[in-house]
Protein backbone atom coordinates (compact mmCIF):
# COMPACT_ATOMS: atom_id res chain seq x y z
CA UNK A 1 0.00 0.00 0.00
CA UNK A 2 1.41 3.25 -0.93
CA UNK A 3 1.23 6.44 1.17
CA UNK A 4 -1.43 8.78 0.48
CA UNK A 5 -1.52 12.96 1.07
CA UNK A 6 -3.23 14.13 4.41
CA UNK A 7 -6.28 15.87 2.56
CA UNK A 8 -8.14 17.42 5.33
CA UNK A 9 -6.58 20.03 6.44
CA UNK A 10 -6.15 21.12 2.55
CA UNK A 11 -9.79 20.65 1.60
CA UNK A 12 -11.73 22.59 3.93
CA UNK A 13 -15.47 23.09 2.80
CA UNK A 14 -14.94 26.84 3.97
CA UNK A 15 -13.02 27.06 0.75
CA UNK A 16 -14.12 27.90 -2.15
CA UNK A 17 -15.49 25.09 -4.42
CA UNK A 18 -13.45 25.70 -7.84
CA UNK A 19 -10.05 26.03 -5.63
CA UNK A 20 -10.89 22.89 -3.59
CA UNK A 21 -11.50 21.29 -6.66
CA UNK A 22 -8.33 21.88 -8.16
CA UNK A 23 -6.58 20.90 -5.06
CA UNK A 24 -8.66 17.52 -4.70
CA UNK A 25 -7.46 16.61 -8.34
CA UNK A 26 -3.64 17.79 -7.52
CA UNK A 27 -3.47 15.72 -4.40
CA UNK A 28 -5.28 12.80 -6.84
CA UNK A 29 -2.40 13.11 -9.01
CA UNK A 30 0.23 13.02 -6.36
CA UNK A 31 -1.22 10.08 -4.90
CA UNK A 32 -1.05 8.27 -8.20
CA UNK A 33 2.29 9.20 -8.78
CA UNK A 34 2.95 7.80 -5.35
CA UNK A 35 1.29 4.62 -6.10
CA UNK A 36 3.15 4.05 -9.37
CA UNK A 37 6.05 3.89 -7.93
CA UNK A 38 5.84 1.42 -4.90
CA UNK A 39 8.85 -0.44 -4.39
CA UNK A 40 7.66 -3.97 -3.71
CA UNK A 41 5.87 -4.28 -6.91
CA UNK A 42 8.08 -3.04 -9.12
CA UNK A 43 11.29 -5.00 -7.71
CA UNK A 44 8.64 -8.08 -7.98
CA UNK A 45 7.84 -6.93 -11.62
CA UNK A 46 11.59 -6.59 -13.26
CA UNK A 47 12.89 -9.23 -11.46
CA UNK A 48 9.94 -11.63 -12.70
CA UNK A 49 10.18 -10.50 -16.07
CA UNK A 50 14.43 -10.68 -16.16
CA UNK A 51 13.97 -14.37 -14.45
CA UNK A 52 17.05 -15.16 -11.39
CA UNK A 53 18.46 -19.04 -11.85
CA UNK A 54 19.97 -19.58 -8.91
CA UNK A 55 19.51 -18.56 -4.87
CA UNK A 56 21.22 -15.18 -5.06
CA UNK A 57 23.26 -13.97 -1.42
CA UNK A 58 20.77 -10.30 -1.34
CA UNK A 59 22.46 -7.09 -0.59
CA UNK A 60 19.89 -4.52 0.04
CA UNK A 61 20.56 -0.68 1.13
CA UNK A 62 18.30 2.88 0.64
CA UNK A 63 14.96 4.10 1.95
CA UNK A 64 13.30 1.38 -0.29
CA UNK A 65 15.51 -1.27 0.92
CA UNK A 66 12.30 -3.27 2.88
CA UNK A 67 9.65 -3.26 0.46
CA UNK A 68 12.22 -3.89 -2.40
CA UNK A 69 13.33 -7.04 -0.32
CA UNK A 70 9.95 -8.00 0.19
CA UNK A 71 9.43 -7.85 -3.60
CA UNK A 72 12.88 -10.00 -4.63
CA UNK A 73 11.58 -12.64 -2.04
CA UNK A 74 8.80 -12.75 -3.75
CA UNK A 75 11.00 -13.92 -6.94
CA UNK A 76 13.63 -15.52 -4.97
CA UNK A 77 12.03 -17.08 -2.43
CA UNK A 78 14.81 -17.36 0.39
CA UNK A 79 17.99 -16.75 -0.02
CA UNK A 80 21.18 -17.56 0.09
CA UNK A 81 21.99 -15.20 2.35
CA UNK A 82 21.03 -11.26 2.89
CA UNK A 83 21.97 -8.20 4.08
CA UNK A 84 19.58 -5.40 4.39
CA UNK A 85 20.42 -1.65 5.54
CA UNK A 86 16.91 0.61 6.23
CA UNK A 87 16.31 3.55 8.13
CA UNK A 88 13.86 1.86 10.65
CA UNK A 89 14.84 -2.16 11.96
CA UNK A 90 13.55 -4.87 9.99
CA UNK A 91 12.93 -8.36 10.70
CA UNK A 92 12.68 -10.71 7.35
CA UNK A 93 13.67 -14.56 7.82
CA UNK A 94 16.87 -15.09 5.92
CA UNK A 95 18.05 -11.35 5.89
CA UNK A 96 20.39 -9.46 8.35
CA UNK A 97 18.83 -6.22 9.33
CA UNK A 98 20.93 -3.41 10.01
CA UNK A 99 19.90 0.00 10.32
CA UNK A 100 21.49 3.09 8.51
CA UNK A 101 20.94 7.14 9.08
CA UNK A 102 19.89 9.65 6.47
CA UNK A 103 20.70 12.72 5.84
CA UNK A 104 24.10 11.92 7.88
CA UNK A 105 25.45 8.44 8.18
CA UNK A 106 24.96 6.70 11.55
CA UNK A 107 27.40 6.53 14.15
CA UNK A 108 27.78 3.04 14.08
CA UNK A 109 27.72 3.47 10.02
CA UNK A 110 31.79 2.22 10.08
CA UNK A 111 31.07 -1.21 11.90
CA UNK A 112 27.66 -1.53 9.19
CA UNK A 113 29.60 -1.12 6.67
CA UNK A 114 32.90 -3.73 7.66
CA UNK A 115 29.93 -5.98 8.22
CA UNK A 116 28.57 -5.76 4.11
CA UNK A 117 32.17 -5.66 3.04
CA UNK A 118 32.84 -8.74 5.13
CA UNK A 119 29.99 -10.75 3.39
CA UNK A 120 31.05 -9.68 -0.07
CA UNK A 121 34.40 -10.94 0.77
CA UNK A 122 33.11 -14.18 1.29
CA UNK A 123 31.27 -14.45 -2.15
CA UNK A 124 33.06 -16.75 -4.96
CA UNK A 125 32.32 -17.13 -8.66
CA UNK A 126 29.63 -19.41 -8.37
CA UNK A 127 27.63 -16.90 -6.21
CA UNK A 128 25.09 -14.25 -7.62
CA UNK A 129 25.18 -10.73 -5.42
CA UNK A 130 21.35 -9.29 -5.79
CA UNK A 131 21.87 -5.88 -5.13
CA UNK A 132 18.77 -3.70 -4.46
CA UNK A 133 19.87 0.19 -4.40
CA UNK A 134 17.30 3.14 -3.74
CA UNK A 135 18.02 6.65 -2.63
CA UNK A 136 19.58 7.09 0.52
CA UNK A 137 21.93 4.51 0.27
CA UNK A 138 24.94 6.95 -0.24
CA UNK A 139 25.01 7.64 3.55
CA UNK A 140 23.28 4.39 4.71
CA UNK A 141 25.85 2.73 3.27
CA UNK A 142 29.23 3.94 4.11
CA UNK A 143 32.75 3.00 5.01
CA UNK A 144 35.50 5.79 4.96
CA UNK A 145 38.73 5.12 3.31
CA UNK A 146 42.11 4.73 5.40
CA UNK A 147 43.31 8.00 6.98
CA UNK A 148 39.27 9.13 6.74
CA UNK A 149 37.15 9.46 10.06
CA UNK A 150 33.13 9.13 9.95
CA UNK A 151 33.10 11.96 11.37
CA UNK A 152 35.35 14.40 9.05
CA UNK A 153 33.08 12.83 5.97
CA UNK A 154 30.17 13.48 7.88
CA UNK A 155 30.84 17.17 8.05
CA UNK A 156 32.56 17.31 4.50
CA UNK A 157 29.44 16.02 2.94
CA UNK A 158 26.97 18.35 5.09
CA UNK A 159 29.29 21.62 4.26
CA UNK A 160 29.40 20.51 0.36
CA UNK A 161 25.36 20.45 1.00
CA UNK A 162 24.90 23.55 2.21
CA UNK A 163 27.26 25.52 -0.17
CA UNK A 164 24.29 23.79 -3.02
CA UNK A 165 26.23 21.16 -4.09
CA UNK A 166 24.07 19.06 -6.41
CA UNK A 167 24.01 15.44 -6.39
CA UNK A 168 26.47 15.00 -9.23
CA UNK A 169 29.25 17.05 -7.37
CA UNK A 170 27.94 15.50 -3.92
CA UNK A 171 28.75 11.81 -5.56
CA UNK A 172 32.08 12.39 -6.68
CA UNK A 173 33.37 13.47 -3.57
CA UNK A 174 31.54 10.33 -1.60
CA UNK A 175 33.12 8.06 -4.19
CA UNK A 176 36.73 9.64 -3.69
CA UNK A 177 36.15 8.99 -0.29
CA UNK A 178 34.48 5.76 0.69
CA UNK A 179 35.86 2.33 0.60
CA UNK A 180 31.93 1.28 -0.88
CA UNK A 181 31.13 3.90 -3.08
CA UNK A 182 31.60 4.13 -7.47
CA UNK A 183 32.53 0.38 -7.84
CA UNK A 184 34.03 -0.09 -4.33
CA UNK A 185 31.73 -2.98 -3.10
CA UNK A 186 31.39 -4.73 -6.21
CA UNK A 187 35.25 -5.02 -6.29
CA UNK A 188 34.62 -6.64 -2.92
CA UNK A 189 31.98 -8.61 -3.94
CA UNK A 190 34.31 -9.77 -7.28
CA UNK A 191 34.64 -13.11 -8.88
CA UNK A 192 30.64 -13.28 -8.20
CA UNK A 193 28.09 -11.41 -10.80
CA UNK A 194 26.25 -8.67 -9.56
CA UNK A 195 22.46 -7.97 -10.46
CA UNK A 196 21.57 -4.79 -9.51
CA UNK A 197 17.95 -3.68 -9.53
CA UNK A 198 17.84 0.34 -8.64
CA UNK A 199 15.01 2.64 -7.71
CA UNK A 200 16.44 5.96 -9.74
CA UNK A 201 16.32 8.85 -7.28
CA UNK A 202 18.84 10.83 -9.51
CA UNK A 203 16.90 12.61 -12.56
CA UNK A 204 18.58 12.96 -15.66
CA UNK A 205 21.15 10.29 -14.90
CA UNK A 206 22.02 6.97 -15.25
CA UNK A 207 21.32 4.56 -12.34
CA UNK A 208 25.00 3.96 -11.78
CA UNK A 209 25.30 7.41 -10.05
CA UNK A 210 22.27 5.68 -7.36
CA UNK A 211 23.79 5.88 -3.88
CA UNK A 212 26.94 6.72 -5.19
CA UNK A 213 26.97 3.31 -7.14
CA UNK A 214 28.73 0.90 -4.99
CA UNK A 215 27.82 -2.14 -7.33
CA UNK A 216 28.41 -0.32 -10.20
CA UNK A 217 31.40 1.13 -12.56
CA UNK A 218 32.19 5.05 -11.40
CA UNK A 219 30.23 7.15 -14.39
CA UNK A 220 33.40 7.74 -17.17
CA UNK A 221 31.67 11.75 -16.99
CA UNK A 222 31.33 12.28 -13.62
CA UNK A 223 32.84 15.76 -12.02
CA UNK A 224 36.50 14.95 -10.81
CA UNK A 225 36.35 15.46 -7.00
CA UNK A 226 39.11 17.84 -6.95
CA UNK A 227 37.40 20.23 -9.25
CA UNK A 228 33.62 19.84 -7.14
CA UNK A 229 36.16 21.07 -4.23
CA UNK A 230 38.21 23.94 -6.01
CA UNK A 231 34.86 25.70 -7.25
CA UNK A 232 32.77 25.15 -3.78
CA UNK A 233 35.92 26.42 -1.98
CA UNK A 234 35.75 23.78 0.70
CA UNK A 235 39.51 22.41 1.16
CA UNK A 236 40.22 18.83 2.07
CA UNK A 237 42.50 15.85 1.68
CA UNK A 238 41.76 13.53 -0.96
CA UNK A 239 42.94 10.09 -1.56
CA UNK A 240 43.83 8.27 -4.78
CA UNK A 241 41.00 6.82 -6.77
CA UNK A 242 40.51 3.29 -5.83
CA UNK A 243 41.61 0.57 -8.68
CA UNK A 244 40.86 -2.97 -9.26
CA UNK A 245 38.74 -5.23 -11.70
CA UNK A 246 34.87 -5.42 -11.32
CA UNK A 247 32.59 -8.39 -11.91
CA UNK A 248 30.15 -8.60 -14.57
CA UNK A 249 26.97 -6.39 -13.96
CA UNK A 250 23.95 -6.39 -14.81
CA UNK A 251 21.45 -3.25 -13.72
CA UNK A 252 17.88 -3.02 -14.29
CA UNK A 253 15.40 -0.13 -13.23
CA UNK A 254 12.28 -1.01 -11.22
CA UNK A 255 10.99 2.66 -10.99
CA UNK A 256 12.53 6.35 -11.75
CA UNK A 257 11.08 9.97 -12.51
CA UNK A 258 9.26 8.94 -15.86
CA UNK A 259 7.07 6.24 -13.90
CA UNK A 260 6.28 8.71 -11.78
CA UNK A 261 5.22 11.07 -14.29
CA UNK A 262 3.77 8.69 -16.53
CA UNK A 263 1.46 7.94 -13.85
CA UNK A 264 0.42 11.53 -13.41
CA UNK A 265 -0.08 12.27 -16.77
CA UNK A 266 -2.37 8.77 -17.58
CA UNK A 267 -4.64 9.37 -14.16
CA UNK A 268 -5.40 13.03 -15.10
CA UNK A 269 -6.15 11.83 -18.49
CA UNK A 270 -9.10 9.50 -16.38
CA UNK A 271 -10.33 13.08 -14.53
CA UNK A 272 -10.70 14.60 -18.12
CA UNK A 273 -7.39 16.39 -17.56
CA UNK A 274 -4.93 16.92 -19.93
CA UNK A 275 -1.35 17.33 -18.46
CA UNK A 276 2.07 17.83 -20.17
CA UNK A 277 5.04 15.24 -19.13
CA UNK A 278 7.27 18.36 -19.26
CA UNK A 279 10.43 17.76 -21.40
CA UNK A 280 13.95 17.50 -19.34
CA UNK A 281 14.22 18.00 -15.73
CA UNK A 282 14.63 20.79 -13.71
CA UNK A 283 17.84 21.39 -11.31
CA UNK A 284 19.72 24.51 -10.10
CA UNK A 285 18.76 26.64 -7.34
CA UNK A 286 15.17 25.90 -5.77
CA UNK A 287 13.99 29.52 -4.60
CA UNK A 288 15.40 30.67 -8.23
CA UNK A 289 13.29 28.14 -10.14
CA UNK A 290 9.96 29.12 -8.61
CA UNK A 291 10.65 32.61 -9.20
CA UNK A 292 11.36 31.84 -12.62
CA UNK A 293 7.64 29.92 -12.77
CA UNK A 294 5.78 32.70 -11.28
CA UNK A 295 7.17 34.94 -14.27
CA UNK A 296 6.42 32.64 -17.08
CA UNK A 297 2.85 31.19 -16.03
CA UNK A 298 1.53 28.10 -18.29
CA UNK A 299 -2.08 28.03 -19.53
CA UNK A 300 -2.01 24.04 -20.10
CA UNK A 301 -1.33 21.86 -16.98
CA UNK A 302 2.35 20.06 -16.67
CA UNK A 303 4.41 17.86 -14.42
CA UNK A 304 7.87 17.88 -14.23
CA UNK A 305 10.62 16.04 -12.35
CA UNK A 306 13.81 16.97 -10.89
CA UNK A 307 16.24 17.78 -8.23
CA UNK A 308 17.30 21.30 -6.91
CA UNK A 309 19.66 22.45 -4.49
CA UNK A 310 19.29 25.14 -1.33
CA UNK A 311 22.05 27.11 -0.25
CA UNK A 312 22.12 27.51 3.22
CA UNK A 313 22.54 30.89 4.80
CA UNK A 314 19.65 31.09 7.63
CA UNK A 315 18.75 29.19 10.49
CA UNK A 316 14.87 28.02 9.75
CA UNK A 317 13.47 25.02 8.79
CA UNK A 318 12.91 23.23 5.14
CA UNK A 319 13.61 22.01 1.97
CA UNK A 320 14.11 22.07 -1.56
CA UNK A 321 10.52 21.68 -2.44
CA UNK A 322 9.15 24.13 -0.20
CA UNK A 323 11.58 26.63 -0.82
CA UNK A 324 11.04 26.45 -4.77
CA UNK A 325 7.47 27.24 -3.68
CA UNK A 326 8.19 30.11 -1.56
CA UNK A 327 10.46 31.81 -4.62
CA UNK A 328 7.58 31.17 -6.55
CA UNK A 329 5.28 33.57 -4.32
CA UNK A 330 7.82 36.25 -3.68
CA UNK A 331 7.61 36.86 -7.01
CA UNK A 332 4.32 37.58 -6.91
CA UNK A 333 2.43 33.95 -8.34
CA UNK A 334 0.05 35.11 -10.58
CA UNK A 335 -2.13 32.05 -9.91
CA UNK A 336 -3.42 28.69 -10.62
CA UNK A 337 -2.19 25.56 -7.82
CA UNK A 338 1.60 24.56 -7.94
CA UNK A 339 2.63 21.96 -5.61
CA UNK A 340 6.47 20.69 -5.17
CA UNK A 341 7.05 17.50 -2.95
CA UNK A 342 9.65 14.75 -2.58
CA UNK A 343 8.64 11.48 -3.69
CA UNK A 344 10.24 10.18 -0.12
CA UNK A 345 7.72 11.84 1.53
CA UNK A 346 10.72 14.05 3.19
CA UNK A 347 11.20 17.73 2.46
CA UNK A 348 14.62 18.78 4.28
CA UNK A 349 14.51 19.60 8.10
CA UNK A 350 11.06 19.39 8.07
CA UNK A 351 8.08 17.29 8.53
CA UNK A 352 6.38 18.07 5.16
CA UNK A 353 6.98 16.61 1.80
CA UNK A 354 6.85 19.58 0.02
CA UNK A 355 4.04 22.67 -0.56
CA UNK A 356 1.34 23.47 -2.54
CA UNK A 357 0.63 27.19 -3.69
CA UNK A 358 -2.60 28.47 -4.70
CA UNK A 359 -4.70 32.15 -4.31
CA UNK A 360 -5.81 30.72 -0.97
CA UNK A 361 -2.45 30.21 0.53
CA UNK A 362 -1.32 33.44 -1.08
CA UNK A 363 -4.08 35.23 0.62
CA UNK A 364 -3.55 33.34 3.68
CA UNK A 365 -0.02 34.81 3.82
CA UNK A 366 -0.82 38.11 3.63
CA UNK A 367 -3.71 38.26 5.89
CA UNK A 368 -1.08 36.83 8.30
CA UNK A 369 1.37 39.12 7.49
CA UNK A 370 4.00 36.55 6.60
CA UNK A 371 7.18 37.68 4.12
CA UNK A 372 8.05 35.32 1.91
CA UNK A 373 11.58 37.33 1.02
CA UNK A 374 12.34 37.63 5.15
CA UNK A 375 11.11 33.63 5.17
CA UNK A 376 13.95 32.78 2.36
CA UNK A 377 16.45 34.34 3.91
CA UNK A 378 16.20 32.65 6.56
CA UNK A 379 15.39 29.47 4.94
CA UNK A 380 12.32 29.59 6.87
CA UNK A 381 9.91 27.79 4.12
CA UNK A 382 8.11 24.96 6.48
CA UNK A 383 7.34 27.59 9.16
CA UNK A 384 6.07 29.85 6.42
CA UNK A 385 3.63 27.12 4.88
CA UNK A 386 2.79 25.59 8.29
CA UNK A 387 1.26 29.08 9.21
CA UNK A 388 -0.17 29.81 5.26
CA UNK A 389 -1.79 26.71 5.25
CA UNK A 390 0.07 25.19 2.04
CA UNK A 391 2.34 22.73 3.68
CA UNK A 392 2.45 19.16 2.33
CA UNK A 393 2.62 15.95 4.21
CA UNK A 394 1.80 12.12 3.66
CA UNK A 395 5.09 10.55 5.98
CA UNK A 396 8.15 8.60 4.71
CA UNK A 397 7.21 6.98 1.60
CA UNK A 398 9.59 4.26 1.66
CA UNK A 399 10.05 5.11 -2.00
CA UNK A 400 11.94 7.31 -3.70
CA UNK A 401 12.68 8.80 -7.22
CA UNK A 402 13.25 12.25 -6.67
CA UNK A 403 11.34 15.45 -6.93
CA UNK A 404 7.76 16.74 -8.58
CA UNK A 405 5.98 19.68 -9.72
CA UNK A 406 2.54 19.64 -10.31
CA UNK A 407 0.86 22.85 -12.19
CA UNK A 408 -2.87 23.11 -12.31
CA UNK A 409 -3.73 26.99 -14.05
CA UNK A 410 -6.77 28.60 -13.30
CA UNK A 411 -10.04 27.06 -14.59
Known amino acids: MSARFERDRLLSAELPAAVRERRRQALDLADAALAAIEPRRRTREVLERRGVDRRPVLFAFGKAAVPMTLGALDVVGQPKAGWLVSLEPASIDGVHGLRGAHPDPAADAVSTGQAIVAAADALGPDDLALCLVSGGGSSMLEL ?91 RFALPEPLVGPLPAIETLVAADGSVARRAVVEHAARLGLSVADRAGVYDGDASTLGRALADDPSAEPWVWGGETTVTVRGAGRGGRNQELVLGALAQGWPGGLLMAF ?44 ERAGGSLRCGPTGTNVADLLIYLPRA
Do not use: M, W, Y
Open 342 to 385: GTDGVDGASAAAGALLDEEVAREARERGLDPEAALADNDSATFF
Open 144 to 234: PREGITLEALRDLTRTLRERGADIGQLNAVRRRCSAVKGGGLARRIAPAPILNVVLSDVPGHPPEVVASGPTCAPPLDAPSAEAVLAELGV
